[in-house]
């Protein structure tokens, strides 16, 4: 594949020819397919591959870049160049990059914008983080709902070139307060005369100070292309496209998958991190995990007396924890999902456990009958029974409380990936080996 | 709020004045809350919420839900209402419907089409499922590359009405083959004398056959409004839009995210999935799991002896495969996460092996360490020492394992996510357990 080939020239020493033959691979290739490559090489080479593109492509793919990933590539570019593609970002992407970048630099950089693109920018800048408005781009093209049909098209065509979206049209009273939107398509359908307060839509709005993510999800959720923001007093101060809704959900999604998995989210591409940080990103969860998990010995340190007795008890124990973990590891994950889609609400969790334990102590019944018999058979009918009716204990109680987790982390306005599956899984190792002993002591009168 | 308000009364015997007031209520309610609402009740409640809305209101909330949700609402609703909601829907909606629906009832419904409505249909559902031709929409504009730009917004206006967008415009040779693509916006910006041709841009589009998630993905990769879908000769025959794609990747993505925990997908909302479903769902995997973690059993077996010699060393099997199973898990979420981003490709996985293994090396020594220290100080040198170097080798697998395994399914053309955590978590404890032993036996020499 071109690509590889391309990856590979890149990977030797670069002679004028050398150059000018990665720039010819490059210029055949899709926007796409360079994104790819530059998102897999590493930051020397993925500069060196940038400058070798026309101003516009550059641009282009570098503006689909994460912004960790451009503030990496902005240090291992020529600072000229840097700025270049700096200047000529929209002013919402312009402030992403700001943010990663050390707070000289960002300053040098925002020195470099012309008065009025410097105005903009710093306007979304002055947005708290986390805010929709930090997100948002300034440039957006209002209708007064004074204007007729043709009014409104002539605005827009004055808007082609700087608006961020002429697809979307909010609809603003004299007070510039939002109160209605019309899409492109039916002002073109529309008879020239219409006044525009006929035919607007209601409209589907955020307040800039709301939280980024939240917004995106409704906006992604509800199928726009464009969505108005407004200030406190509902004045219309700009517009969030679906471009910049994707971005924002999809940095959020790696966050809560990577929790999910009891790891923080990279940030940048995962070959051009370092190990190093690779292990930081990990150590952390993996230590609370472990401390978590002396618990388990604690806990069998009070049954060592049952465990010398009957030792054969001992080999079931990553057997019963593990299924203990897998099934409420199960319920997190339905309910996590269910809570993001909006199907569950924290209202619902009396029904979501009701149903929990039913599930849960079906599973149990279903595995713990399959074990006594296996179990049974080979170590004899008391083993068999202990294991059985440890294995209906512990389905039922990892799905209730797997189910529940996520649900009260919701409650105490946490990510409800904050309770990890890793974390539920310790967890229900410490109960279930508990209840494990509990039950073989009863049954096998210890 | 309104919105329990209202799934409160609609949880009451619906007479008149009921229906009344809930109709009111809903009216007040915005599109959004409404899809929320449908999807949290019973069925039976829902199709009585549709039915309180006016026509335009419940077509698009109804358009809004998954088609297998929407199914379930059909066997809800009278049978004359769900057939006019379903004649309004979009060719490419239909189409997800009627899979969803009984040979049957979908032949019914087909019937109820206008011949010309039912051709595009029947076009669209004559493609094989899992392919992005069973989700395009047949009713695109296209605009032949002979045309000059008002030729061109001419056309535009005379599909105003039934085309699927009119802001992404494939441009098509005499032979409709697909040689380019316009905005809406860069044709209102042009000079409306200027050729077509000179000013559209390179097209990226997908072949009809092509996967239906692999295409959505590149769609909101690059960040499009819309994508042509053409023939293996490269003609023209539909366009797929943002919203289109959405749906494709949130399907997906259920799938994806239901596997990383070790579970099927539900296919439709929690609250309105009967308990059934939800250990249909869970137990098959719940019980391969169950299984190969019988493996451990017979690992232990095989020890049994060095156990009953020196019991303590059961007190660390849980924590040893737990932390064993995290490790992996870290490993396996951000590679899974890196594929799905496309930041890694599985040519890469000897680089990945190398860096895995290098991170749960260093974990490992950093957590080996610490547990030398604590385990050694409680239980003297030797069984510190014994989980110190359990610790570091089992890291070490499990982040290299855990690394592989996801790259190894996409070689393999499976999902990523088949290779579930859970499933990870299994094969470590078994490894790991091994590992434990061989280390114990030769340290206290048994």
Same sequence: chains 1, 2.
Avoid at 45 to 70: M, N
Avoid at 137 to 162: C, G, I, N, Y
Wanted: aromatic share 4%.
């Amino acid at each position: 594949m071109p690509v590889d080939t391309l990856a590979d020239l890149l990977g030797r020493e670069m002679t004028p020819t050398a150059l000018e033959e990665a720039a010819q691979l490059a210029a055949g290739l899709s926007d796409g397919d360079l994104v790819g490559l530059v998102e897999r090489l590493p930051a020397a080479r993925a500069s060196v591959l940038l400058q070798t593109l026309d101003e516009g492509r550059a641009l282009a793919v570098f503006a689909s870049l994460d912004a960790p990933h451009q503030a990496v590539l902005v240090d291992a570019l020529q600072e000229s160049y840097a700025v270049g593609l700096f200047v000529a970002m929209d002013p919402d992407d312009q402030v992403s990059l700001l943010d990663e970048l050390s707070p000289d630099l960002a300053e040098h950089f925002l020195a470099q914008l012309d008065p009025r693109a410097r105005a903009l920018t710093s306007l979304v800048r002055a947005y708290p983080r986390q805010s929709i408005g930090r997100r948002m781009s300034p440039e957006v093209v209002s209708v007064p709902m004074t204007d007729s049909v043709d009014e409104a098209l002539a605005r827009v065509r004055l808007r082609l070139q700087d608006a961020e979206t002429v697809y979307t049209l909010p609809v603003v009273d004299e007070g510039r307060v939002l109160v209605g939107v019309l899409g492109l398509r039916r002002l073109l359908a529309t008879d020239p005369d219409t006044p525009v307060a006929e035919i607007m839509r209601p409209v589907e709005s955020a307040v800039v100070t709301e939280d980024a993510e939240r917004t995106a999800r409704r906006f992604l959720d509800r199928k726009l292309l464009g969505m108005p923001i407004v200030d406190a007093d509902h004045r219309l101060v700009g517009i969030v496209t679906v471009d910049d809704a994707l971005v924002i959900t999809e940095e959020a999604d790696s966050q809560d998958h990577a929790r999910q998995g009891g790891t923080e989210a990279l940030g940048r591409p995962y070959l051009s991190t370092a190990v190093g940080d690779l292990v930081r990103s990990r150590i952390v969860w993996l230590l609370v995990l472990a401390v978590s998990a002396a618990l388990t010995v604690q806990v069998l340190e009070i049954f060592e007396a049952t465990l010398t007795e009957v030792v054969v008890l001992a080999l079931f124990i990553p057997l019963l924890t593990g299924t203990g973990g897998n099934t409420g590891n199960q319920a997190a994950t339905t309910i996590t999902r269910a809570l993001a889609l909006g199907d569950v609400t924290p209202r619902d969790i009396s029904r979501v456990l009701l149903r929990e334990a039913r599930v849960g102590a079906l599973l149990g019944a279903l595995l713990g009958s399959l074990a006594f018999l296996v179990a049974g058979a080979v170590y004899g009918v008391q083993i068999g029974l202990v294991i059985g009716l440890t294995l209906l204990s512990v389905c039922t109680i990892a799905a209730t409380v797997g189910g529940a987790m996520p649900i009260i982390a919701q409650k105490l306005r946490a990510d409800p990936a904050v309770f990890s599956n890793p974390f539920i899984s310790t967890f229900t190792d410490a109960t279930g080996l508990v209840v494990y002993f509990l039950i073989a002591r009863a049954v096998l009168q210890l």
